[in-house]
């Protein structure tokens, strides 16, 4: 019992942490604590002023303590790789602000939303005991490999928030001139390839929240050119979108 109270308060806060991590793009907090990781002397006090990058960190390290203390408890396959994800998604997250701040390539905040993702995943099923260790297993292959490989959409996503350092504009894609525009035109190939897996799976409820996040995915589009340093909540929409489909995928598939 205690375990699953503690993978659904790790499972919430996993996924508190994307939501956050787009709010901080959307209103152009990326590099609100320079590039100090994890922590700065004042985070704490940040946090209480709104900055939600400095919220964004604290809500990462509380996952953090509870995935340690689950591994502890129960040391299990989901519970490692929970801990390994996490782990992961602590040392990307330092690697991507090196990315905003231009020092490093973007494929690092791809790795770092597919970490994150799996953080996500991972307390999910534990907390709900819905598949066996082997399912979940199965599950993190289905999302690198045909039909769907969610993952690559997720990391392309990650790839165009690097490129575009959370301050530039995307511009008209209809004819890519650059490397974030060729980012976005691939994000969308990968996409439109994972709506027509679903559609050949007959997944049609993550179909249904697929095709909303697409929607949230243009206004983005549409945001980033509009405002690109501040396009607004939309991103975190389109994060909490992303969390649903990946949601309906493990109960609805």
């Known amino acids: 019992m205690i375990n699953e109270i503690l993978g659904y308060i790790t499972t919430v806060l996993a996924g508190s942490a994307i939501v956050l991590g787009g709010i901080v793009e959307g209103y152009g907090y990326g590099l609100s604590l320079g590039t100090n990781w994890p922590y ?33 408890i129960d040391f299990n396959t989901i519970t490692i790789i929970g801990f390994i994800s996490i782990v992961a998604t ?24 597919i ?14 005991d819905y598949i066996s260790p082997s399912k979940y297993i ?9 039909p769907h490989f969610l993952y690559f959409v997720i990391f392309m996503g990650g790839v165009v928030t690097g490129t575009r350092r959370m301050k530039l504009s995307i511009g008209d894609v209809r004819k890519p001139k650059n490397r974030l525009q060729w980012a ?20 049609w409820i993550p179909l249904i929240f697929a095709l909303i996040e697409s929607a949230v995915g ?19 929409l389109h994060q909490l979108f ?12």
């Open 115 to 128: 970490a994150a993702y799996t953080t996500f995943i991972t307390y999910l099923i534990l907390a709900t």
């Open 184 to 203: 976005w035109v691939i994000h969308g190939i990968v996409a439109a390839i994972f709506f027509i897996a679903l559609i050949i799976l007959r997944y």
């Open 138 to 146: 199965g599950f993190l292959i289905n999302a690198i490999t045909p």
């Open 40 to 72: 700065t002397n004042n985070i704490v006090e940040l946090a209480g002023k709104g900055d939600p990058e400095a919220i964004h960190r604290i809500v990462a390290t509380l996952v953090g303590v509870f995935s340690l203390i689950l591994l502890v």
């Open 218 to 236: 243009l206004w983005t589009y549409y945001q980033i050119n509009k405002n690109p340093t501040k396009p607004g909540a939309v991103i975190g």
């Open 242 to 253: 992303s969390l649903a489909v990946v949601v309906s995928l493990i109960f609805f598939s």
């Open 90 to 113: 602590a040392l990307l997250g330092m690697a991507t602000l090196y990315v905003l701040a231009g020092k490093l390539p973007s494929v690092f905040q791809g790795l770092h939303d």
